[in-house]
C-alpha cells in the first residue's frame, strides 16, 4: 500500500490517492461512493494500485476497462481476466515485519501466538505435507476444526498451492459436515482432538474419524491436538487415508512458501449456505475477487492496519471466518477464540478484547444483549482504551443495543453493524471510518456496491422499505455453484425473482427488505420472504424483535406469520425468559403495549407463548420461513436437523402449529 503517514485512516489514504489520480474533490463518503459505482473498472484499478497488487501478480494489470471488467453482465460478469496471482502471497508480503500475525485462544486461558517471521515457515511445511500427498492445483482441501490459529495456517497453505479450502466448525456431527464436506470429494481433512467448550471437554477423536470415513477420496489426514489432549488419535474401525500429526507435519519449518500463481477465478474456498430445508449449497469464491474486496473491506471499511487487533468471534461454518482472516491481508494481528462467548460469563470476551489490546472487535447482537441482562458494565469494568471499533453482524442490531453499547462501553465508539453474508463473503453495507453512526442503522453502502431500495415494479425508493438490489456486479460474487455447471441454481438463487415490470438487465435479489435513507444510510428489516403482512401492512421482523428483546425480562423473541384457509392469519410470537422471569399477564400487556405504540397496533402478535428455544441455523439466523411453514402444516418443509442449532425444537414448534385451531 502507498507509503502514507500523513492520513489518519486507510480510508484517507485511499481518498487522497484517489484525488490525485483523478483530479475531483471528493468531499464527502457519499461523493467517494458514488464515484465507486458509476466508474467501477476506474475505481476497482484505483484500488488496484493503492494496494500495489502488480508486485503480487504474475505480470501487470493491463491497460483499460476491459482488463479489470471484462463483462459487467451478472450473473457472469468477468473481473480481472488475464490477471494470475494468489491470495496466500497478499498475507505472506507482510512476513517480514515483528510481532505475532495469529493468537489462539481457549475457554481455559491457554494462549498460542504465531509470529509473523514464523508463518512463513509454518505455511510451507503445512503445503509440503500436501504436495507430498498428490495434493495440488484444483484439489479440494476439507477442514473440521474448531476456530485455532492451526485453521488459519491450513487455509494458508491450501491457497498457496491452488488448491480449494473449505471448512466447517466441530460443532456439526460427522455426518452433518459430510452433508457438506463430501459434495467437494475432497482429498485431504484436517481434523481436532477436541475442544473445551462451556466448561467441558469435547472429545472429537472418534467423529474426526468418523467424518474421515465418510469422504471416500480422502488420502491423507491430518490431525491436531487440543491442548492436554492425548496426541495419538484412536484407531480407526475401517481403513483411513494416511494419518499425520500436525506437530510431526511442522516440525521442519525451513522451507520457503512458493504461492502457485492461478487464474483470477480460480477458485479459493467454498462456502456453504445454511441448507435448513435442502441439499447445502457450495458457494465457489475465486482469489482476486476475494483479495480486492477484503483488501478494500478491511482496511477501508474497518480501518485495520498494522497496528490493528482484529478479533471477530467466530467459526469455520460461517463466512465470518474467512472475513477474519482477511485481517492478515493488512498487516493486521488476527486473535482465534475456540470457546462459548458466555462461560465462565457473559463477560468472557470482553475480558480477551481487554487482554489483547484489541483494537476492532467483531461480535453479535446476542452476545451484546446477554451483557445487557448480564448487568455488565465493560468500559468500567475493563481497560478498553484499544478498541476503536465495535463491529456486529448475524442479525439486526437494534437501536437500545446501540444506546446500551454507548452508556456501558464507551459513550464515543463506532459501532460498525453489517450487512451481507456467504454469498459474497463480505458486506454491502455497514459502517466506515470516519462517518457518523446512527443508532438502529447502518451509516453507508460500501465501497463498489450499487445497492438500492426497490418496489416491486423496480423503481428505487427512498425513505421506503424495499427489496435490497444490488444493480451491478462485485468482484466476491459467486464464480459460481459447486456441481451447477450450467448455473441455473445461481441463477434461481439470485436473479429469477419475477418484477413488475421487465428489465433490460438481471439484478441482484438479496432477500432482505431495507430502507434507504435520504441521508444515504440503511436500516435492514429482516428476510423479504419471512415478512409480517398483517391487514395488508407489512413489516419485517426484526422491527418486532428491536422493541420486544428490549424488555428485560425477554431474553429472545421469534414472532412469525401464518396464512391459513380462507384467508385466516395467525401471528404467534414465541420467547424465551432470562432466569428467573415467568410470563405474567403483566409481561404479556407490557410486551403487547411496546409493540403496540412504538411499532403498530396491527402488528400486536395473537399470543405470547413461552418456548423451549428458538431455532437458528448454526450461524445464529432465526429459522423463520421453515417453521412458518411448519406451523401452518405444509408437507413439503423438510428442515435438516444436523443444520439447525437445537434439532430437538423443531417437533415442539410442529406440536404448536398441530395445536392450533384456526
Not at 464507551?410 to 453493524?417: G, H, V
Not at 428455544?613 to 418443509?637: M, Q, Y
Request: aromatic share 8%; hydrophobic share 40%.
Amino acid at each position: 500500500m502507498s507509503d502514507t503517514p500523513d492520513h489518519r485512516t486507510p480510508y484517507d489514504a485511499f481518498v487522497a490517492f484517489l484525488r490525485e489520480r483523478t483530479g475531483r474533490e471528493f468531499s464527502s463518503y457519499d461523493d467517494v461512493w458514488r464515484y465507486s459505482v458509476d466508474e467501477l473498472p476506474g475505481f476497482w484499478r484505483a484500488l488496484w494500485d493503492h494496494f500495489e497488487l502488480d508486485r503480487l501478480a504474475a505480470r501487470p494489470l493491463a491497460d483499460g476497462d476491459a482488463a479489470v471488467l471484462a463483462d459487467p453482465v451478472m450473473p457472469g460478469a468477468r473481473w480481472f481476466p488475464d490477471v494470475r496471482l494468489n491470495y496466500a502471497d497478499a498475507v505472506l508480503a507482510h512476513c517480514d515485519r515483528d510481532g505475532d500475525a495469529i493468537v489462539g485462544l481457549d475457554e481455559d486461558g491457554n494462549r498460542t501466538a504465531i509470529a509473523w517471521r514464523e508463518l512463513p515457515g509454518l505455511v510451507a511445511a503445512v503445503a509440503a505435507a500436501l504436495s507430498e500427498a498428490g495434493i495440488g492445483e484444483g484439489d479440494v482441501v476439507a477442514a473440521y476444526l474448531p476456530d485455532i490459529p492451526e485453521a488459519v495456517i491450513a487455509f494458508l497453505a491450501t491457497a498457496s498451492l491452488g488448491a480449494i479450502w473449505s471448512g466447517c466448525g466441530q460443532d456439526y456431527a460427522p455426518e452433518g459436515a459430510a452433508g457438506r464436506l463430501a459434495q467437494l470429494r475432497p482429498r485431504a481433512l484436517f481434523t481436532c482432538a477436541g475442544y473445551r467448550f462451556n466448561g467441558k471437554d469435547v472429545d472429537k477423536r472418534a467423529d474426526s474419524a468418523e467424518l474421515a470415513g465418510l469422504l471416500d477420496d480422502l488420502v491423507l489426514h491430518i490431525q491436531v491436538s487440543a491442548p492436554d489432549s492425548a496426541s495419538a488419535p484412536d484407531s480407526a474401525s475401517a481403513p483411513e487415508p494416511r494419518r499425520r500429526d500436525w506437530s510431526d507435519v511442522v516440525a521442519d519449518t525451513s522451507r520457503t512458501p512458493a504461492p502457485v500463481k492461478v487464474a483470477a477465478d480460480h477458485p479459493l474456498w467454498v462456502l456453504f449456505s445454511s441448507g435448513t430445508t435442502g441439499r447445502p449449497k457450495g458457494i465457489v469464491h475465486g482469489h482476486t475477487g476475494v483479495l480486492v474486496e477484503h483488501l478494500k473491506q478491511a482496511a477501508l471499511h474497518a480501518g485495520l492496519g498494522p497496528d490493528s487487533v482484529f478479533f471477530w468471534h467466530t467459526a469455520l461454518s460461517w463466512m465470518m471466518w474467512n472475513f477474519q482472516a482477511a485481517g492478515l491481508l493488512t498487516g493486521s494481528r488476527i486473535v482465534t477464540y475456540s470457546g462459548s462467548p458466555l462461560y465462565p460469563d457473559a463477560d468472557r470476551l470482553w475480558q480477551i478484547v481487554a487482554d489483547e489490546g484489541v483494537t476492532y472487535f467483531g461480535t453479535s447482537p446476542g452476545q451484546l444483549n446477554a451483557s445487557r441482562k448480564a448487568g455488565l458494565v465493560p468500559g468500567r469494568d475493563h481497560d478498553l482504551s484499544a478498541l476503536t471499533t465495535l463491529g456486529s453482524t448475524g442479525s439486526t442490531l437494534p437501536g437500545d443495543l446501540f444506546d446500551w453499547v454507548y452508556q456501558n462501553v464507551a459513550a464515543d465508539l463506532p459501532i460498525s453493524s453489517i450487512s451481507g453474508g456467504t454469498d459474497i463473503v463480505s458486506a454491502f453495507a455497514g459502517g466506515s471510518t470516519g462517518v457518523p453512526v446512527v443508532a438502529g442503522e447502518l451509516p453507508v453502502r460500501h465501497l463498489g456496491v450499487a445497492l438500492a431500495s426497490w418496489s416491486p415494479d423496480a423503481r428505487p425508493l427512498i425513505g421506503e422499505v424495499g427489496e435490497l438490489v444490488v444493480t451491478a456486479p462485485m468482484p466476491s460474487m459467486p464464480i459460481g455453484f459447486w456441481d451447477d455447471d450450467d448455473h441455473a441454481r445461481y441463477r434461481a438463487a439470485y436473479f429469477d425473482h419475477t418484477w413488475e415490470r421487465p428489465l433490460t438487465e438481471p439484478v441482484w435479489r438479496h432477500g432482505d427488505w431495507v430502507t434507504v435513507t435520504d441521508r444515504g444510510s440503511l436500516v435492514i428489516h429482516g428476510r423479504s420472504d419471512a415478512t409480517l403482512n398483517r391487514h395488508g401492512i407489512r413489516m419485517g421482523s426484526a422491527d418486532i424483535y428491536e422493541v420486544v428483546e428490549g424488555v428485560d425480562e425477554i431474553a429472545e423473541a421469534f414472532v412469525l406469520g401464518v396464512d391459513g384457509p380462507d384467508g385466516a392469519y395467525w401471528m404467534p410470537m414465541f420467547v424465551t425468559l432470562v432466569d428467573g422471569a415467568e410470563l405474567t399477564d403483566e409481561l404479556t400487556a407490557r410486551v403487547a403495549g411496546e409493540v403496540r405504540t412504538r411499532l403498530s397496533p396491527r402488528h400486536v402478535p395473537d399470543e405470547i407463548v413461552v418456548a423451549p428455544g428458538i431455532p437458528h441455523t448454526r450461524t445464529g439466523k432465526k429459522l423463520e420461513v421453515p417453521i412458518t411453514g411448519i406451523l401452518a402444516g405444509r408437507d413439503n418443509v423438510n428442515i435438516d436437523p444436523r443444520a439447525v442449532d437445537d434439532a430437538s425444537l423443531i417437533d415442539w414448534y410442529r406440536e404448536q402449529g398441530t395445536a392450533h385451531r384456526w
